[in-house]
């Protein structure tokens, strides 16, 4: 009897903390005050390529670590989240959207070495793949709650890449891309607005 007591009271106790408490809509990273930004993920719907998801977890650590509030949005595209961005902003009861956008780019030109290109670097004349250059373009969006840009910033990394995984070289310089349009947006001026623009 004392034992069924102590378990049951074991269990409310467990149940009242974390343990029983309702999710949040998406993955959301919590800091105490200032306002909450939805992020739209990197990527179209229904996209797995692992570097745009990495992409989006590692840009809400990075706001995270700024102390910004983000949560992140099941994904949808870009055009469509700003025609809903009121609906969005009341879900998460957020401030705004922030829409990310990153491209790449690798060199096609035969680089300094005299190795001639290939789609995805360039091969030496001993048949082993060799250094390439690539660059990650990151566009990053303020969306206010009634779809109009408010602020933007484009930032580049670059990075002469060595070897076959290709993907380490485009999620290190998708990092660093982010890294520095956090930075970018963490110290925008107060009550910064740009003329509106589409993405």
């Known amino acids: 009897m004392l034992l069924r007591r102590l378990v049951r009271t074991l269990a409310v106790t467990l149940c009242a903390s974390s343990l029983c408490a309702a999710p949040l809509p998406a ?20 996209d797995t390529d ?14 995270s670590d700024r102390r910004v509030r983000s949560a992140i949005a099941t994904p949808i595209d870009a055009i469509e989240a700003v025609g809903t961005a009121r609906q969005m902003c009341s879900d998460y009861n957020a401030e ?67 070897g076959q995984n290709v993907a380490a070289g485009l999620t290190e310089i998708t ?4 890294a520095d349009a956090v930075e970018q947006f963490v110290n925008r001026p107060a009550g910064a607005a740009t003329t509106s623009g589409s993405l």
Not at 51 to 63: G, M
């Open 50 to 63: 692992p570097i745009y998801r990495n992409a989006t977890k590692q840009f809400s650590i990075d706001l």
């Open 27 to 46: 993955a959301a990273v919590e800091n105490a005050g200032g306002p909450l930004y939805v992020i739209v993920p990197f990527g179209d719907p229904g």
């Open 175 to 178: 990092n660093e891309a982010l």
């Open 96 to 162: 705004g959207l922030l829409i990310p956008q990153i491209r790449f780019e690798q060199s096609k030109e035969r680089n300094l070495t005299g190795f001639l290109p290939v789609v995805g670097g360039v091969v030496s004349s001993s048949g082993v793949f060799d250094r390439s250059p690539i660059r990650a373009q990151l566009r990053l969006y303020l969306i206010d709650c009634s779809g109009v840009v408010r602020w933007k910033t484009y930032t580049t990394a670059n990075k002469v890449h060595k």
